[in-house]
């Protein structure tokens, strides 16, 4: 239990579809992020909040759109997706950013398949 | 450009020793991780390195040479459970973490 909670685990979506992915952390952490994971690949940066205010956007498409609407919840809607864009997405927090020697901690991660 | 080196992966002997090596290309410099992620788990924070030397915790230490551009974690009296991908990541002068793609360690009895 590393204190930030995702939710689905696992998603299963159409292209056409809309859908949610959900994360809140209870560590009273200031800062909160979405990483893409694909195997056997560098984790991807896409989204930083800090106190709630958006900080970083590292040339996501916009069929990803980040919602932050406190320091403990974090959202990422998804619509329109691709295929490719099947991967791991991982939440985290960290203290702040910025801190040197501030290690985040992640959440166990939703599984999304785009069909 | 920015770049982070690790093997994909790694097997070992169960009680045995292993080397996990990592080098790193970055602008600026503000630290080095290594995180552990057992499959369908969470990465967690296994250790944090700023300072040349070896740092010492439990069955598990990092060095870290920053005059190379090189780190390694090393893994003691190994068992089943360190069955996990070993993720690199360096600190770079803008606070941004640049990721390794993880090294894949295989514990064989």
Redesign the interface.
Known sequence: ETGVTQTPRHLVMGMTNKKSLKCEQHLGHNAMYWYKQSAKKPLELMFVYNFKEQTENNSVPSRFSPECPNSSHLFLHLHTLQPEDSALYLCASSQDIGTPAGELFFGEGSRLTVL | GQN?DQP?EMTATEGAIVQINCTYQTSGF??L?W?QQHA??????LS?N?LDGLEEKGRFSSFLSRSKGYSYLLLKELQMKDSASY?C?T?DS?????????TKLIIKP
């Open positions: 982070i994909t503000n630290g991780f995180y369908g788990e969470a990465p967690t924070f944090y700023v993720l990541a600190m803008n606070y941004q973490l640049i990721w390794g793609a993880g």
